[in-house]
C-alpha cells in the first residue's frame, strides 16, 4: 500500500495521506487512519476508516459500531503518545 491514496470526497478526487493501518482481530476487520492535512483547532484533523479489499483494489467504508470507534481513538491517542 502506497503512502497516499486518492479519495472520492464531495464528488472531488483528493489525496489523502495514511498515517497507519492495522487490524483489530475482535473485528475480524483493517481499518486505515489518514489526513488530508486540514487542522482542527491546534492539530491535524485525523479520518479513520475500514479499508476493504475487492477485486479493484481497496475502498473505504463506514466504521460501522461505537465499539470500534472507541478502540480506534484508544489506537490513535497511543499513537500520538509515541510521537511526542
Known amino acids: 500500500m502506497a503512502d497516499k491514496i486518492t479519495i472520492m470526497k464531495e464528488g472531488r478526487e483528493r489525496t489523502a495521506e495514511i498515517i497507519t493501518t492495522f487490524r483489530i482481530p475482535e473485528y475480524d476487520k483493517e481499518y486505515v487512519l489518514y489526513t488530508f492535512g486540514e487542522k482542527q ?4 484533523k485525523i479520518l479513520a476508516s475500514t479499508l ?3 477485486e479493484e483494489g481497496y475502498s473505504l467504508e463506514k ?3 461505537d465499539e470500534e470507534w472507541e478502540t480506534i481513538k484508544t489506537i490513535i ?3 500520538s503518545q509515541k510521537e511526542s
Open 77 to 79: 491517542k497511543d499513537l
Open 52 to 54: 476493504k479489499k475487492d
Open 41 to 44: 483547532k491546534d492539530n491535524i
Open 63 to 65: 466504521i460501522a459500531t
